[in-house]
Nanobody
């Protein structure tokens, strides 16, 4: 069973940047896409960005377009979420997940089969 481990979270100042990494225990090429999601306190989990493994095509939520970038990492079987111009509302636990469903990657939470444990991102003054 695929295991995903997120890292890179922490405390960052408003307007700052963070780089999150998602490392998979197996071949991400066995899956259609890897996605990043987040859940803020008292809110539902939401999709942020995803990347299709076969062609590196991406899909992102409007709330992060122009600020967050998803990409394949230099290390094998990793996916990176580069976050810049962070806002208070970006504070959340960030999760990566893998999906087998073919086609253009979507940010539909129910489609994703495997999830990491999450990493906390806190944006402060």
């Amino acid at each position: 069973q695929l295991q995903l481990v997120e890292s890179g979270g922490g405390l960052v100042e408003y307007g700052g940047s963070l780089r999150l990494s998602c490392a998979a225990s197996g071949l991400i090429s066995d899956y259609n896409a890897i996605g990043w999601f987040r859940q803020a306190p008292g809110k539902e989990r939401e999709g942020i960005s995803c990347i299709r493994v076969s062609d590196d095509s991406t899909n992102s939520a409007d709330s992060v377009k122009g600020r967050f970038t998803i990409s394949r990492g230099d290390a094998k079987n990793t996916v990176i979420l580069q976050m810049s111009n962070l806002r208070f509302e970006d504070t959340a636990i960030y999760y990566c997940a893998a999906v087998r469903t073919p086609g253009r990657c979507r940010l539909t939470i129910e489609e994703y089969n495997y999830w990491g444990q999450g990493t906390q991102v806190t944006v402060s003054l």
